[in-house]
């Protein structure tokens, strides 16, 4: 069965640093999706990205964070400058974009971000 | 905006029991509601989803969520438990912000119910 794909399962970085953290979403799937989850907390939706364009995003993804697709396989969130509140579970996900608002959204098995 | 509420934080069971996670909805538009799963270390798996088309739904591993409209609420049920159901829970929902508004697949989650099976 397809599946998405997130890598690395683990990332460790200093405060200030930039990250990018690597997403593969299921080949026949348009609309892709980062989410997050601090450790205790809800899982927040991050941003939308569709046709190489943001869609959507939340009041969280402020300048620091962009989303790229740089090649027909990858999808990436970076964090240009990471804070010690950046430390959370980042989630790909991505749907077929058939019916966006009952499509199934398809979900990797996270990126653990922590900052020090 | 939408939000979503789950009572409970943890849930304990016995193996065999009756399986009850609770979780109620504020919309201002029709809601579009959708239970995940997730076993350590792995993603989220949608378990089932309401989309409009019947009000009870029913979805994997015998799981099953009845939307009711009054009680603004999505509760997921299971008749018998099982060891293998032990997970975190998420109930969310995805609709437009406002009537007229559109959200491009936007879901919002609850806070997330953990099931405990005993044996």
């Known amino acids: 069965e397809p599946e998405v794909t997130q890598t690395p399962s683990h990332q460790v970085t200093q405060m200030g640093q930039e990250v990018i953290l690597r997403c593969v979403p299921i080949s026949n799937h348009l609309y892709f999706y980062w989410y997050r989850q601090i450790l205790g907390q809800k899982v927040e939706f991050l941003v939308s990205?569709?046709?190489?364009?943001?869609?959507?995003k939340s009041e969280i993804f402020d300048d620091q964070f962009s989303v790229e697709r740089p090649d027909g396989s990858n999808f990436t969130l970076k964090i240009r400058s990471t804070k010690l509140e950046d430390s959370a579970m980042y989630f790909c996900a991505s749907s077929e974009a058939v019916r966006l608002a009952t499509d199934t959204q398809y979900f990797g098995p996270g990126t653990r971000l922590t900052v020090l | 905006a939408q939000s979503v509420t789950q009572l409970g934080s943890h849930v304990s069971v016995s193996e065999g029991a009756l399986v009850l996670l609770r979780c109620n909805y504020s919309s201002s538009v029709p809601p579009y509601l959708f239970w995940y799963v997730q076993y350590p270390n792995q993603g989220l798996q949608l378990l089932l989803k309401?989309?409009?088309?019947?009000?009870l739904v029913k979805g994997i591993n015998g799981f099953e969520a009845e939307f009711k409209k009054s009680e603004t609420s999505f509760h997921l049920t299971k008749p018998s438990a099982h060891m293998s159901d032990a997970a975190e829970y998420f109930c969310?929902?995805?609709?437009?912000?406002?009537?007229?508004?559109?959200?491009?697949?936007?879901?919002?989650f609850g806070q997330g119910t953990i099931l405990t099976v005993h044996p």
């Open positions: 990205f569709y046709n190489n364009e943001i869609s959507e």
């Open positions: 309401y989309t409009s088309a019947a009000t």
């Open positions: 969310a929902v995805h609709g437009a912000s406002n009537a007229g508004g559109t959200s491009y697949g936007k879901l919002t």
